[in-house]
């Protein structure tokens, strides 16, 4: 949805942390993106390139993982990949996401 | 050879931060603040108008529109206090907006902040904005296939209403279906269903308000 954005969000936090430690040009950017975002990575590659023209990271390459929706129950500890809201062994509704909601600059490689 | 940096940082820091600002501030002044999310035309004003007249609780409304001041005119003609927030084409609220509309606000004088989302039932669901709830609100006309089909907010709402039931008799709606998928994405959500126009289930959803109100106050 937001790709564009997104993009020009993590473009601006990396300048800034770039600047602050005198980086040289970056060369590689990782995000961790989970399914849950609703981001289609063909549109973040695309907007990534438009945005980061003039930028430290012009050029550079961007890797996005994408993480799976993984939910776990809080009652009986299994975990379990997919959208079902229910403990898929239990039964119970006590569960939380253990991935899936990601929307993280992961690293970013400098040249020296 | 180049040096790898690892950063770990959420993409959105700057906005959870403010959100995470504005959700201490309302818990200090013990205020609810609920995020009504839905699609255009679904009747979140007109849901807000309903419920601002029937309440007892003290509110205020931030609207968010791309363009015009059109629904906080209607809630300020129902003797609330309402900002109106314009994104200017954006399709979703973001928390430092509602950060400036709260400073418009008397909080001293309130027990509940409705927000009324952006028209749209996809990006909305994304951004936090230091709300207590997202609220989803999805109309009969739009058809009983809408939460498996944005599955995002229904399954990060906190309640679940279905507005414009008085049309079911002239239209139908596959209410089975509509409430089966809604349990399967979210069991915990509140459910309800309700009618700005002849006022089904506006009675029972103040009442639900006023105990979240309760909660926050404790
Ligand atoms: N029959 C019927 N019509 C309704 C009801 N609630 C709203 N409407 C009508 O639906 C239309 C849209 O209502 P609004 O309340 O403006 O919808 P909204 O979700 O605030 O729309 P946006 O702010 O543009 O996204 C209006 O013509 C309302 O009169 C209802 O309970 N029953
Ligand atoms: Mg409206
Ligand atoms: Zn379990
Ligand atoms: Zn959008």
Redesign the interface.
Known sequence: MHEFSLIEAVIDSIEERSREGSWGRITKVTLKIGEMRQVIPEILQFSFSVASKGSSMEGAELVIIELALEKRCRSCGNSWKGSASRCTSCGCDDTETVSGMELEIESVEVEE | ??????????????DEKIAGLLRRKLSEKKILMLNLIGSPGAGKTALLEATLKGARFRSAVIEGDIATSRDADRIARTGTRAVQINTRGG??LESHLVQKAMEELDLDGLDVIFIENVGNL??P??FDLGEDMKVAVSSVPEGPDKPLKY??LF?RAGAVLLTKVDLVRHIGFDRGLFWGDVE?????ARKLEVSSLDGSGIQEWIDLVEKWVGEKRK
């Open positions: 050879m180049p040096r790898r940096i690892s950063i770990r940082q959420s993409v959105m820091a700057a399709c979703h996809v990006c669901a994304e599955p995002h399954s399967g994405l979210n069991p915990l």
